[in-house]
């Protein structure tokens, strides 16, 4: 369970560090706002994928790493929305 957890964490840092990165991008340019919001949301499901398909052998209890992962893109997706209005 722990390492599920371990890892339903790091995908979050993860997708935190891509709004982190798409919202530093957005103050420079602002012309490209609704842009930036689809293609954050394309970058943190490719990010995903990927690393759920390396890791779905250690996973001991999906449920964890899957309740994680639902908080953090909601989270960064609501976080990118209010940020980039």
Do not use: R, W
Not at 3 to 31: Q, W
């Amino acid at each position: 369970m722990i390492e599920s957890f371990i890892y339903g964490l790091t995908a979050t840092a993860v997708m935190l560090a891509i709004n982190k990165v798409v919202i530093t991008i957005f103050i420079k340019a602002k012309h490209t706002g609704l842009g930036l919001i689809y293609g954050s949301m394309a970058a943190k499901l490719l990010f995903l994928s990927i690393f759920t398909l390396i890791i779905e052998n250690d996973l001991q209890k999906p449920i964890v790493y899957c309740s994680l992962i639902l908080i953090g893109i909601i989270y960064s997706n609501l976080n990118t929305i209010l940020k980039l209005k």
